[in-house]
């Protein structure tokens, strides 16, 4: 079984800067794609950023030219670097990580539980 841990979030002023981490971990698999998602308090989950083990990159159109994801295939994280934080940014930032589990040679799709990151204006 693959568990999923993200940290780094917090209380940051608006127009600062938080860098979120997302770290996959168990025995015997490959990420394929690591994905970083947000939910807001009466908002659906949406797509933040993504990035796949070749390190194709998407973004939300809401956070192009300001979050940077990246990973170290090596440490099975990811990383979302947030800058100039809007309000609108507040969320429980949540980590998925899809690949397979080569113990069983099945894919898996495995969710974190999240980090609040809260931009106050």
């Known amino acids: 079984q693959v568990q999923v841990a993200e940290s780094g979030g917090g209380l940051v002023k608006s127009g600062g800067s938080l860098r979120v981490s997302c770290a996959a971990s168990?025995?015997?698999?490959?990420?394929?794609?690591m994905e970083w998602y947000r939910q807001a308090p009466g908002k659906e989950r949406e797509l933040v950023a993504g990035?796949?083990?070749?390190?194709?990159?998407k973004y939300n159109d809401a956070v192009k030219g300001r979050f940077t994801i990246s990973r170290d295939n090596g440490k099975r994280t990811t990383y979302l670097q947030m800058n100039n934080l809007k309000p609108e940014d507040t969320a429980l930032y949540l980590c998925?990580?899809?690949?397979?589990?080569?113990?069983?040679?099945?894919?898996?799709?495995?969710w974190g539980r999240g980090t609040q990151v809260t931009v106050q204006s």
């Open positions: 998925n990580v899809r690949g397979v589990d080569h113990r069983t040679t099945r894919l898996f799709d495995s």
């Open positions: 168990g025995s015997m698999f490959s990420t394929t794609s």
């Open positions: 990035i796949t083990d070749s390190g194709s990159t």
